[in-house]
């Protein structure tokens, strides 16, 4: 700041010396000393001058700088129009036909019969969703990829993006093999299984997206870079092979995202002399086989646990597996179970000791029982009934590993329960029948669960109509078409959906629908059902009447 000040004043210093010399050359020429005006005279003369030099020197700059912005514009101008003319033999060149389109543009751009091949996209099969697609494009920049139909092709390949802002539509024709081949490779993508493909130099040429995960490459370029391998014996492994053995089903360990992982790694000769690998992960199976190996002991234990006999007899027809309740409900000793023989062996031992039941050809019936090895889907219910009054309930079923496994369950008390049962259900029945009023049980759920003939011939049910437990409501809708209106009914089920006790006992003189004069009586049984009696009292009341009117008479 300083230098320029020194220097404005200096400049000032040396205006004002030329401005008193030229004062007194002009005063020189009239004779006599500078006077005021001359002086005046001077400064003018010099300012202007100072004027002109200072103008001339702006002009050459703005002249310099104007040249020199006009040299850059043409070479912008040139690189630009280099570019352009570049671009376009680009798309040209370009095997995809193009459309460009944009809310600035007056009219779409097409490259290579683009707008013509869009036009039969949109008139296709697909055009529905292509429209769509498009409107996405082109209102919210969403890009897309689709295979279009068209009458003439099979497949276009499109495929829309921003550019810009603009949205670009690329399209190519896709013919069979093209198609076919884009559709092996992005399976081989897909599949979860690592793959992948080296040249005779071990160099990688191709893997898929499994392969590059599991050696932690982003992208294939990556991962030939790095030369990562999987296993560690690899180049033995693709010597191997370009010698002539395939590799099939050999058992290698890897680290793998840090832990150590058990893969199943094949390799094959390509018939371009590559060498294509794949490599299984069984480290999941190798668990699971020591899973099912401690289920099975749990199971085996649990099955000691259970009151019912379990046997297990493998494809070979010998046993497998038996728990101690099989042992001891046919007394067979555990040391020769432990054999495992053969189910015809414990077959015949069990008849030798008379634990089987009696049969006319037993060859024969052992038969079916191994026809239940010859299938997949045989199954077995039956009962054997045991010399000694032992029943018991057999049933086989096929094993999913092979062989068939049998559940023995004794069944003798259940049987003798149920027999008993039976013959109280008779007698009740036998004895209800003796009864000349109408009675019928009622369960909580208001069906039928016991009647007696008396009861059936009241209401003129026949046998099919008091089958497979009819509900109230069933066989009330039943009296009312056959004798009318007439609320006995009615009251017969509000007392059996009725908790209150007042609601029980004698319902006192009912009148049916026909004339006929009943009395209902109802009677709350243990566990909620209900016992319902009608008796008849027509006759009475018809007999009481006459009476009172021989009597009124007399």
């Avoid at 190996?293 to 070979?316: H, M, P, Q, W, Y």
């Avoid at 096929?398 to 004794?410: A, M, Q, T």
Wanted: charged share 25%.
């Amino acid at each position: 700041m300083h230098d320029i000040v020194s220097a404005i004043f200096s400049a000032f210093v040396q205006l004002t010396i030329w401005t008193s010399s030229l004062a007194t050359g002009l005063g020189a020429l009239g004779g006599h000393k500078p006077q005021q005006g001359e002086l005046a005279m001077a400064a003018i003369v010099v300012a202007s001058l100072l004027v002109c030099i200072l103008g001339c020197f702006w002009a050459l700059v703005e002249r310099g700088r104007r040249a020199a912005g006009q040299h850059a514009m043409n070479q912008n101008l040139a690189r630009a129009q280099s570019e352009i003319r570049f671009r376009e033999a680009m798309i040209s060149a370009c095997p995809e036909a193009i459309v460009v389109m944009g809310a600035d543009m007056p009219a779409p751009l097409s490259y290579r019969g683009g707008s013509a091949l869009l036009q039969a996209c949109l008139a296709g099969s697909d055009s529905t969703t292509l429209a769509a697609r498009m409107k996405s494009l082109l209102e919210a920049g969403a890009p897309f990829v689709l295979t279009a139909r068209t009458a003439i092709h099979q497949g276009v390949a499109v495929q829309g993006c921003v550019v810009g802002s603009r949205a670009a539509i690329f399209m190519r024709i896709e013919d069979e093999t093209t198609g076919r081949a884009r559709d092996f490779q992005t399976m081989l993508e897909a599949i979860p299984m690592p793959l992948w493909i080296r040249d005779r130099s071990f160099a990688l040429t191709w893997a898929n997206r499994a392969f590059l995960g599991t050696i932690g490459a982003i992208t294939l370029d990556a991962a030939r870079r790095s030369d990562q391998r999987l296993v560690r014996s690899e180049r033995d492994l693709v010597g191997a092979v370009l010698e002539g053995n395939d590799v099939m089903g050999e058992r290698r360990y890897a680290v793998v995202e840090g832990r150590r992982r058990a893969l199943s790694v094949d390799m094959v000769r390509l018939p371009s002399a590559q060498v294509a690998g794949m490599a299984l992960d069984v480290t999941e199976t190798a668990q699971a086989e020591a899973q099912i190996r401690l289920d099975a002991d749990a199971n085996a234990d649990l099955l000691d646990k259970v009151e019912v006999a379990v046997a297990l007899f493998g494809s070979d027809r010998r046993l497998a597996f038996s728990n101690r309740k099989f042992s001891q409900m046919w007394g067979l000793p555990e040391a020769w179970l432990e054999t495992h023989p053969a189910i015809e062996d414990i077959f015949d031992r069990l008849r030798e000791v008379r634990r089987l039941p009696e049969q006319r050809d037993f060859q024969n019936w052992k038969k079916e029982h191994l026809k239940l090895f010859e299938t997949d889907d045989g199954q077995l219910d039956e009962a054997w009934h045991v010399p000694g009054g032992v029943s018991v309930r057999v049933r086989a079923y096929p094993y999913l590993l092979g062989g068939v496994y049998y559940i023995f369950e004794d069944v003798s008390e259940a049987l003798r329960l149920s027999t008993s049962l039976h013959m109280l259900t008779a007698t009740q029945r036998a004895t209800l029948d003796t009864i000349e009023d109408g009675m019928a049980v009622f369960g909580p759920d208001g069906r039928l669960k016991m009647h007696n003939a008396a009861f059936a011939r009241l209401w003129h049910l026949d046998e099919s109509d008091l089958q497979a437990e009819p509900h109230l409501t069933t066989l009330s809708a039943l009296c009312l078409t056959r004798f009318g209106r007439d609320g006995i009914w009615s009251a017969v089920q509000s007392g059996v959906v009725s908790n209150e006790p007042a609601r029980y006992g004698d319902w006192g003189r009912l009148a049916r629908a026909d004339g006929r004069i009943l009395s209902l009586s109802l009677t709350r049984l243990p566990l909620g059902s209900t016992l319902v009696s009608f008796e008849d009292r027509t006759d009475l009341e018809r007999f009481e009447a006459a009476i009172a009117s021989d009597v009124a008479v007399a």
